[in-house]
């Protein structure tokens, strides 16, 4: 409520989800193709790339702001995320299942390549270091400023949020066809269902399938050419 993410009459007790209990208020909102690529047209660097990096891997708001170069390898087209930043203070991610290795799409690493080229040097060798500081950016200001704000102006409400992207990416893996397995593994949930531990593992040729499929939807022919 601070940040104004949430309504501010709203009754805090709203936001306690006890496990099994609670139901969810309101479904989580789902972009269309359509809609997100007229969101990511208003967006400029570093928002733009933020949102992308998003979309296209299904990563939490607080992982993107963690991701360091060293940790992409653009040969192999994998990466790895170890941590998270929280309001600059950094931490575990949420569990062993998060530490997966990510499968890269080729398209998508043009777009990594393109803003590494242009991204501030900074000594944590971050992705997206704040020109200011050189340290990691807020997750809460680039919502409540960028994203939220090319939402409205995009015609698509004010519930646009970093959340919105990791749901989308979840719907669009669904829409592709991709097993529950991999799913899960792309999600780095520990458990979605219980009937996903029939998959067992998810191969890295199985979740390059899937992700590419998505990343693909996200990555229309404008989105690589250099603005």
């Not at 991204?119 to 270091?129: N, T």
């Not at 400023?145 to 749901?167: N, P, Q, S």
Request: net charge positive.
């Amino acid at each position: 409520m601070l940040w104004e993410l949430v309504p501010l009459h709203r009754n805090p007790m709203e936001l306690v989800e006890v496990r099994g209990i609670s139901k969810r208020q309101r479904r989580p909102r789902i972009l269309t193709l359509e809609e997100f690529f007229a969101l990511v047209k208003l967006l400029h660097e570093p928002y733009r790339t933020m949102v992308i990096v998003a979309q296209c891997t299904g990563l939490r708001a607080s992982e993107i702001l963690a991701l360091r170069w060293s940790r992409i390898d653009f040969e192999s087209l994998t990466m790895v995320v170890k941590q998270a930043v929280v309001n600059g203070r950094f931490k575990g991610l949420k569990t062993d299942y998060s530490e997966d290795e990510l499968p890269l799409d080729p398209a998508f690493a043009t777009i990594l390549l393109r803003w590494k080229a242009q991204c501030p040097f900074s000594e944590g060798d971050w992705v997206f270091p704040s020109p200011v500081t050189s340290r990691c950016y807020h997750a809460s200001p680039i919502q409540q400023d960028y994203i939220r704000t090319a939402g409205v102006k995009a015609g698509l409400g004010d519930g646009i949020g970093w959340h919105t992207f990791r749901h989308t990416y979840r719907a669009w893996l669904d829409a592709t066809g991709a097993p529950i397995g991999v799913q899960q593994k792309l999600m780095r949930h520990a458990q979605v269902s219980t009937t996903m531990n029939i998959y067992g593992n998810a191969l890295m040729t199985s979740k390059r399938k899937a992700n590419s499929k998505v990343a693909r939807m996200a990555l229309r022919p404008a989105l690589l050419r250099t603005k």
